[in-house]
């Protein structure tokens, strides 16, 4: 029988994958429910005890987070995809939580709850959810994004448009996200499915200063998308996301003039006039201005540790803003 979840799980062999597994395994389903595939791209032995009866290691060496979560992907028999990094943790309920989504809301291509942001002491620092269902391709193109961990992707949705592409690092999910959106629907729980560490006692090697162009890149690659326009504009249901829509065409236009790519500018600046148009009732909204402005959007982990930043001494670890989105 072809289970319902498969939960992909890459790692360098960091001591957190331990606790990372044991919440997988702590749900007490059995492998015809629930398939659980550790991608080892240390090049090495992990250095961590797996229960061999309900994990399978595959090995990918040092090919890079976003080729190990295609190779884990493509081994996986589950209906479902869940793409768990090894120092997140998941919540007790999960798993049920999900199956519940997908019995639902069967057509929906990503259902995701929300993480709860915590430091090495297990103290709260936010907890995050977009909340949105539905059509959601403007809060993708307009900075939101969805922790990967917190969400499942049927299987058939995920191959259809290509998986993580690896050109694209950091920012591989907002990435795929923005991809699937332009097709497909997304489900949401106010439940929170999964722990996220952050400040001391986090590391991480992904390269976030290439972060901002790698956005830029997916940017232009869903703005170029023949639907893309009709489903911003149906998308965005409230001044602020008529304003996140506006501003990335708008970034668009004067990115695509400064390479010299006229064509393209003289595409974008018709969908800015035709944006413009669309969101004229929401210029009084005092929450259209804030979207123009923003460089983090409501409902994500840099907003939350901004708000945190504010309220306590620690700083946090940022990802790299989305002011040219």
Partial sequence: MRPFLS???????????????????????????HEIIVVNDSGEPLGVELDRERVHELPTVRRHQSVARNAGAAVARGRYL?????????????????????????????????????NQRSE????????????CASHYLGGSWTQVGTAVIRADRF?????????????????????????????????????????????????????????????EGMLDAPAAWSRLRISATTPYWRGRNLKAYMASTLWNL????????????????????????S???????HALKDTQVPATVDRAMEYHQA???????????????
Wanted: with cysteine; charged share 25%.
């Fill in 7 to 33: 939960t992909i799980v890459p790692t360098i062999g960091r001591p957190s994958l331990t606790r990372t597994i044991q919440s997988l395994l702590d749900e007490g389903k059995s492998r015809e429910e």
């Fill in 82 to 118: 869940h793409f768990l990094d090894d120092d997140d943790w998941m919540e007790p309920g999960w798993f049920d939580e999900f199956v519940w989504l997908a019995e639902k809301y069967p057509q929906a291509a990503v259902l995701y709850g929300g993480c709860r942001i915590v």
């Fill in 124 to 135: 709260c620092l936010g907890e995050v959810n977009l909340g949105h269902s539905g059509n």
């Fill in 159 to 219: 191959f259809e448009v290509g998986g993580f592409s690896p050109a694209i690092l950091p920012s591989e999910e907002t990435d795929l996200y923005r991809r699937i959106a332009l097709t497909y629907d997304f489900a949401s729980t106010p439940r929170i499915l999964m722990n996220l560490l952050r400040q001391e006692g986090w590391q991480t090697t992904t390269p976030y200063e290439t972060a901002v162009k790698n956005l830029r890149v997916s940017r």
């Fill in 258 to 281: 400064r390479s010299r790519r006229w064509s393209t500018t003289f595409s974008r600046a018709l969908y800015t006039g035709h944006t413009l148009l669309a969101a004229v009732p």
């Fill in 283 to 289: 210029m009084l909204n005092r929450d259209f201005w």
């Fill in 311 to 325: 309220h306590a001494v620690s700083a946090p670890v940022k990802r790299g803003d989305d002011s040219d989105i």
